[in-house]
């Protein structure tokens, strides 16, 4: 990723359908290729004169554990891992058409979405990438969970992330240092699927939430390990929080040039650092914003 490179859309329409994790409902999401400049916006086909909602951090809903967007009364939920896909390929420009409220849960990864985009190819179109370099260091977050993004010297998005999970527990400390190229997305970081130790999956199904999701389509863990369910890798629990952080950077609506190290941020964090690098960005520069 550089400063020269270029929009990609995909080369034809691809399509996923699925399950919500959250609702149940079925959905098929049409990823349809879009002209430069037209960012990621998310088309409700299913509501009268499909509205639409713009992948943007000022549009994220403060909804718990996922990263759900609303505009004018429309939302759209559990973008992250669709994002992170587009994201990690490198597609800036695409209509997401999807005919329900909620995105498919899948495996729980990205790799559905990246496999339905690598089957129709990607095109790069006439117009540079937007581009934001982190030029001095912002920290969100408490002792607790925090996130760190510092300036680099080369042209790379290097992110680092510590998971603290459950010290005593099935999953614990995990840690991952990554530089960010659409093949290392691809290979180290899609397959990664969402996990939940068995204890909050107990809870959300008393909440009547994820009651039709089973233990082979996302990761639970019981104290002896993933239930039904082998790992894809041994850190695979870390790889997809960096999966998240990934497509949270992406409501940003441009690639970074950066370093970004977390320890243990979530959805609403990764949001929160993305704003105050809007900001920052904004206040740098604001004759012509980088960032626009
Ligand atoms: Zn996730």
């Known amino acids: 990723m550089s400063h020269g490179s270029l929009q990609r859309t995909l080369a034809s329409p691809a399509v996923v359908a699925g399950r919500g994790y ?6 098929t999401v049409t990823l349809r290729p879009a002209p430069a400049n037209h960012g990621i916006i998310f088309v409700r086909t299913d509501l009268p004169g499909q509205p639409t909602v713009a ?19 429309v939302r759209v ?3 992250e891992h669709l994002v ?7 597609i800036d420009q695409c209509s997401v058409e999807l005919d329900s409220q909620e995105m498919p849960g899948c495996d ?5 979405f990246v496999e339905a985009i690598l089957d129709v190819g990607i095109v790069s179109l006439d117009a540079p990438r937007s581009v934001g370099r982190v030029d001095k260091v912002i920290r969100v977050g408490d002792d607790h969970a925090w996130l760190e993004a510092r300036p680099v010297a080369n042209d790379r998005l290097c992110l680092r992330y510590e998971l603290s999970f459950d010290e005593a527990g099935p999953i614990g400390d995990q840690y991952l240092e990554y530089q960010h190229s659409y093949d290392a997305f691809r290979r180290e970081l899609a397959p990664a699927r969402t996990f939940l130790l068995e204890s909050e999956a107990k809870l959300l199904r008393s909440q009547g939430l994820g009651k039709d999701v089973s233990t082979s389509e996302l990761l639970v863990f019981s104290a002896a390990g993933p239930i039904d369910n082998p790992l894809r890798f041994v850190d695979e629990c870390v790889r997809h929080k960096m999966l998240d952080l990934l497509g949270d950077l992406a409501l940003a609506g441009c690639d970074w040039i950066g370093e970004i190290v977390s320890f243990r941020s979530g959805h609403r964090l990764n949001a929160q650092l993305v704003k105050a690098l809007l900001a920052s960005d904004q206040h ?9």
């Open 84 to 90: 992170a896909a587009l994201s990690g390929l490198g």
């Open 55 to 73: 992948l943007d951090v000022h549009a994220r809903a403060d909804i718990p554990r996922r990263t759900c967007l609303h505009a004018g009364g």
């Open 22 to 27: 959250w609702s149940g409902r079925k959905v």
């Open 77 to 79: 939920d559990m973008v």
């Open 284 to 292: 740098r520069n604001q004759q012509h914003n980088a960032c626009a």
């Open 108 to 112: 729980g990864s990205s790799q559905w």
